[in-house]
């Protein structure tokens, strides 16, 4: 696992909110709860949310409810990408 970027974005008493960048394999919520144990502490993640996995973007991605309207519309081919991508 290596993590390249790790920023924190806003923290209270109770909870951080950090945004990482990692490579595949990193087990982000055993990140969690050993950087908790390492304050003294417990820590677990409430929220997880990948926007980048190899060449794949969040921006390209598509919401479960626009895929149900392309399907019911016949027209899910267009959320479809080829094998090789």
Same mark, same amino acid.
Request: charged share 20%; hydrophobic share 45%.
């Given at each position: 696992?290596?993590?390249?970027?790790?920023?924190?974005?806003?923290?209270?008493?109770?909870?951080?909110?950090?945004?990482?960048?990692?490579?595949?394999?990193?087990?982000?919520?055993?990140?969690?709860?050993?950087?908790?144990?390492? @304050?003294?502490?417990?820590? !677990?993640?409430? =929220?997880? /949310?990948?926007? *980048?996995?190899?060449?794949? &973007?969040?921006?390209?991605?598509?919401?479960?409810?626009? @895929?149900?309207?392309?399907? !019911?519309?016949? =027209?899910? /081919?267009?959320? *479809?990408?080829?094998?090789? &991508?």
């Amino acid at each position: 696992m290596t993590v390249f970027e790790l920023t924190l974005i806003a923290s209270n008493t109770a909870m951080a909110k950090f945004e990482m960048i990692c490579s595949k394999g990193t087990y982000v919520r055993a990140l969690a709860r050993d950087l908790g144990l390492a @304050l003294g502490t417990h820590a !677990h993640i409430t =929220r997880l /949310r990948r926007v *980048l996995a190899g060449p794949f &973007t969040e921006a390209g991605a598509f919401s479960l409810d626009s @895929l149900q309207g392309l399907s !019911h519309s016949g =027209r899910i /081919r267009e959320a *479809l990408l080829p094998l090789e &991508t």
